[in-house]
């Protein structure tokens, strides 16, 4: 049990263009889900926080008007990155927390912006 | 931002070797979480220690806690070389459920 997956593992894309990046709770419900960038060996930074049927919390200096969140049902929630530059290629990981508060991580996607 | 420092950042022992990772931590907190990353994947979590336990184990891991330095470690006993991976802290900052890791300690064991 407790499994989050996302879509897709790994993205390329062009600079300027926009990727939506997809993170599923499979087998239980998550009101929070959260999402983290990670550089190369570098630590997760947390981006912001998805709340099922609200706005997202961004952590400070996150824009969000380039990282738009929804989180739309309780087993989804989708990270957008709008036109992307190549800065933004990162490793994004998403988490979705159990009724125990616990967070349960997904495999991450990683995006590579040309 | 971060929630503090891990140290060493990075870590090489030999097979059957003991590895210690320490990490400390800037604010008061409920709990801290110890996680893996195996190279270009997710996290698996590996244990919680809640701010009133001083010292956890689970299987070959150990974790300590002293609140009162802020800091805590993980010791791994009789390391394999599939435990190469890195390892990081995490704890939710004041009573909040967002997790904020550490830096990061990359472990290789070599077989």
């Known amino acids: 049990g407790a499994v989050v997956s996302q879509h897709p593992s790994w993205v390329i894309c062009k600079s300027g263009t926009s990727v939506k990046i997809e ?37 400070q200096g996150v824009e969000k008007d380039k990282f738009l969140i929804n989180h739309a049902s309780l087993t989804l929630s989708t ?8 800065e933004d290629s990162s490793f994004y990981i998403c ?19 040309l | 931002s971060q ?4 140290d060493p950042q990075a870590l090489s022992i030999q097979e059957g070797e003991n590895a210690t990772m320490n990490c400390s931590y800037k604010t008061s907190i409920n709990n801290l979480q110890w996680y893996r990353q195996n190279s270009g994947r997710g996290l698996v979590h590996l244990i ?12 070959r891991l150990r974790v300590t806690l002293d609140t009162s330095k802020k800091s805590s470690s ?6 394999r070389a599939a435990d190469t991976a890195s ?7 004041d009573s909040s459920y967002k997790l904020i890791f550490g830096s990061g300690t990359r472990l290789l064991v070599r077989p």
């Open chain 1, 79 to 86: 990270l957008t990155v709008t036109s992307a530059h190549p």
């Open chain 2, 3 to 6: 929630q503090g420092e891990e």
């Open chain 1, 23 to 59: 993170c599923r709770s499979l087998d239980f419900q998550a009101t929070t889900m959260f999402w983290y960038r990670q550089f190369p060996k570098q630590s997760l930074m947390l981006m912001a926080t998805s709340n099922e049927g609200s706005k997202a919390t961004y952590e």
């Open chain 2, 87 to 93: 390892y990081f802290c995490a704890t939710p900052p």
């Open chain 1, 95 to 113: 988490s979705a927390m159990g009724q125990g508060n616990e967070q349960f991580f997904g495999p991450g996607t990683r995006l590579t912006v």
């Open chain 2, 48 to 59: 919680l220690i809640r701010s009133n336990e001083r010292e956890k184990h689970s299987g």
């Open chain 2, 74 to 79: 993980l010791l791994i006993t009789a390391s």
